[in-house]
T-cell receptor, first 114, second 115 residues
Framework: AQSVAQPEDQVNVAEGNPLTVKCTYSVSGNPYLFWYVQYPNRGLQFLLKYITGDNLVKGSYGFEAEFNKSQTSFHLKKPSALVSDSALYFCAAYWGDSWGKLQFGAGTQVVVTP | DTAVSQTPKYLVTQMGNDKSIKCEQNLGHDTMYWYKQDSKKFLKIMFSYNNKELIINETVPNRFSPKSPDKAHLNLHINSLELGDSAVYFC??????????????FGSGTRLTVV
């Protein structure tokens, strides 16, 4: 079955340090991959996507993500985390076989400490 | 100028009641969705509509009935509310449901609490 996994419930990082949030997807076709961020009591906001092309994609707020087909991963990264990056991050995939249905991972809570 | 707007933002109601959540998008998108976010923050699709036509109905109880009067609106009516229906319900829209090149735009959510 198609699925998206975020292996870490929570990631803790000190402000100024690099931030990585992991995401892997099940091997089945070539999904489109997305990252969304959810701040408390807010809706999800789009960060970036991978459709095709360059494996490194850049997105909003200084985030980037690297697509790795051999490892079926799409990890989110930020070189220097800010306290304001503390939020819930979701990885999502679309396999194109079910109209418009995005499959979400379970989410990873990022906590950035001053 | 909100892109996807949901009302109400908060809804507290008693078991057995019937309630509706409304969603409107002004982006000109063709496809709209309802997702449920449970207490563990897990997101699960409930329904999707493309140009007022039901596309996805993801094994949701019959007590949940979506209605799309036009492609800019997708409402969710819930009959006989149960405690387990307590969750945050998100509406979303996409420009192109069949290719999803641009992903979703989400509303800010409706927190439903059944007491």
């Amino acid at each position: 079955a198609q699925s998206v996994a975020q292996p870490e419930d929570q990631v803790n990082v000190a402000e100024g340090n690099p931030l990585t949030v992991k995401c892997t997807y099940s091997v089945s076709g070539n999904p489109y991959l997305f990252w969304y961020v959810q701040y408390p009591n807010r809706g999800l906001q789009f960060l970036l996507k991978y459709i095709t092309g360059d494996n490194l994609v850049k997105g909003s707020y200084g985030f980037e993500a690297e697509f790795n087909k051999s490892q079926t991963s799409f990890h989110l990264k930020k070189p220097s985390a800010l306290v304001s990056d503390s939020a819930l991050y979701f990885c999502a995939a679309y396999w194109g076989d079910s109209w418009g249905k995005l499959q979400f991972g379970a989410g990873t809570q990022v906590v950035v400490t001053p | 100028d909100t892109a996807v707007s949901q009302t109400p933002k908060y809804l507290v109601t008693q078991m057995g009641n019937d309630k509706s959540i409304k969603c409107e998008q002004n982006l000109g998108h063709d496809t709209m969705y309802w997702y449920k976010q449970d207490s563990k923050k897990f997101l699960k699709i409930m329904f999707s509509y493309n140009n007022k036509e039901l596309i996805i109905n993801e094994t949701v109880p019959n007590r949940f009935s979506p209605k799309s009067p036009d492609k800019a609106h997708l409402n969710l009516h819930i009959n006989s509310l149960e405690l387990g229906d307590s969750a945050v319900y998100f509406c979303a829209s996409s420009q192109d449901g069949d290719s999803l090149l641009h992903g979703y735009t989400f509303g800010s959510g409706t927190r439903l609490t059944v007491v």
